[in-house]
Nanobody
Framework: QVQLVESGGGLVQPGGTLRLSCTASGDISLINTMAWYRQAPGKQRELVATITRGGGTIYADSVKGRFTISRDNAKNTVYLQMNSLKSEDTAVYYC?????????WGQGTQVTVSS
């Protein structure tokens, strides 16, 4: 069993910042890729950012220059620093980790950007 616990979501004004965290626990061996996805109401889930075990990153065009993904391998934790937030960033954010060939998802954390 692998559990993912996310935290850090909330309500923020446009231009504000939030930092999401996701920590994995349980029957964990080597975590390969860690990622953040998001799903806005009425839309499909989309990739926000990924990070490999070695630190290589990929970002969605919509968040480049504003969001930063990072990880602490010793703590089995992935972070998403979100700056200059916009109303269109409002969504439920999910973390995903890959162990071997298996993907594990967090329960999601709501991010709402509104004045």
């Amino acid at each position: 069993q692998v559990q993912l616990v996310e935290s850090g979501g909330g309500l923020v004004q446009p231009g504000g910042t939030l930092r999401l965290s996701c920590t994995a626990s349980g029957d964990i061996s080597l975590i390969n890729t860690m990622a953040w996805y998001r799903q806005a109401p009425g839309k499909q889930r989309e990739l926000v950012a990924t990070i490999t075990r070695g630190g290589g990153t990929i970002y969605a065009d919509s968040v480049k220059g504003r969001f930063t993904i990072s990880r602490d391998n010793a703590k089995n934790t992935v972070y998403l620093q979100m700056n200059s937030l916009k109303s269109e960033d409002t969504a439920v954010y999910y973390c995903k980790i890959k162990i071997g060939l298996t993907d594990y998802w967090g329960q999601g954390t709501q991010v709402t950007v509104s004045s």
